[in-house]
C-alpha cells in the first residue's frame, strides 16, 4: 500500500510532532506509525536475500529471522512498546511485481538513503529513481527507488532537514 495515498486522504489529519515527526493525529496527540508490519512476497527468496539483507542493513534495519522461506527485519511491536515496525520477505509461488505497488522504508539521513539505494543496485537490485529531494512531496523529501531483482518496487526516504 501507498502510505502516501493514506496521507494524502487524511491530509487535515497529519501534523508535525517535534522537528522530525510526521505524523497522522491517532486523536490523543499521538503521531500514528500507520503500518505495524508488512510483508513482501518473492518467487525466488534465495535470489532476493542478498538485495533485502544489503538494503535493510543500508538503513540500520536488523535482521532477526532467517530461515529457508522467510527472512525478517526490525521489530514486532509489544503491549509495552507499539511503535516498530517489521518488515517480512516471504517466499511465495504467486509474487509477482505490481509496477502501482510500492513499499517506503524510512530513513534517517540523505546518506542512508543514498547507501540503501547502492546496496540495492550492487546486489541485483535496478534502479528506478536516483537519490536526491523531491520538493513536490515538501522541501527536504530526500527519496530512492530500487526494483528488487523480481521486480517488487521499494523506496527510502529521509524527511528530515540536513
Ligand atoms: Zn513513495
Not at 509495552?80 to 509477482?96: K, M, R
Not at 505497488?101 to 543496485?121: D, M
Request: aromatic share 6%; hydrophobic share 35%; proline share 5%.
Amino acid at each position: 500500500m501507498s502510505l502516501e495515498i493514506a496521507g494524502r486522504v487524511r491530509s487535515a489529519a497529519v501534523r508535525r510532532r517535534g522537528p522530525h515527526v510526521l505524523g497522522v493525529d491517532a486523536g490523543q496527540g499521538e503521531a500514528m506509525q500507520l503500518l505495524d508490519h508488512v510483508s513482501i512476497t518473492v518467487r525466488d527468496l534465495d535470489r532476493c536475500r542478498p538485495f533485502y539483507e544489503a538494503i535493510m542493513k543500508a538503513l540500520g534495519a536488523e535482521r532477526v529471522r532467517s530461515t529457508a522461506d522467510a527472512i525478517g527485519f526490525g521489530s514486532r511491536c509489544s503491549a509495552a512498546d507499539d511503535g516498530h515496525t517489521y518488515l517480512t520477505v516471504l517466499s511465495s509461488p504467486d509474487a509477482g511485481g505490481d509496477p502501482g505497488r510500492h513499499w517506503c522504508f524510512k530513513a534517517t539521513s540523505p546518506e542512508a538513503v543514498r547507501a540503501f539505494h547502492l546496496a540495492g543496485l550492487r546486489h541485483g537490485g535496478r534502479d528506478d529513481g536516483a537519490p536526491g529531494l523531491r520538493p513536490h512531496y515538501h522541501e527536504h523529501y530526500f527519496g530512492a527507488f530500487l526494483l528488487d531483482p523480481e521486480g517488487n518496487r521499494l523506496e527510502a526516504v529521509c524527511h528530515r532537514e540536513s
